[in-house]
């Protein structure tokens, strides 16, 4: 009987564990719990319409992208929550004027952008930026895939050549 009731014990006390570890298994933390946690975080520009991995996601990366803020890196890894990724261009990589740069995003073929989206997409980017940096051009990659049967033709050829031991006459073979 003490057995079985420290047994039941163990068992809740896991569960209670698995409460408590909240940001180390969003997945298993209800729709409810996750908006409660992005609000509690501050996290900028959270969508509860937004996809399950992009919500969980975001919360996960709110507290770096705080500490971070500013830098590329927060920029694309932002992006590449959001997106299918994304990439900073800094004005000394494309020969620009000092201080701009260029933000590339990656959409899937999957994803639709609608008709305004850019303009939310261009505020997202100045609430990360380092103030002192301006946006000259947001650039929307857009990925595809087509399939193209090739037809190919494999020939192997094989050339032998046979050398005797010790330099003698060569063998006829």
Known sequence: AVCYAVGEALKKLLDYMEGIALYGNLEKVSDEVLNSMALELRTQYY???????????????TLSWYMRGGTNSTLEEYLATLYDGGHVEEWHEYGGKPYYFKSKVTVGE?????????????????????VRSWLEALIL??????????QYDLKNRLYMEFFPRQNLEPLLL
């Open 141 to 150: 990659q857009i990925l595809f895939k087509v399939n193209v049967n090739i």
């Open 47 to 61: 969508d509860t319409g937004a996809a399950r991995k992009t919500r969980e996601d975001m919360v996960k990366q």
């Open 110 to 130: 999957n994803e639709v952008i609608e008709v305004g989206e850019t303009e939310e997409i261009i505020r997202r980017i100045h609430a990360y930026k380092n």
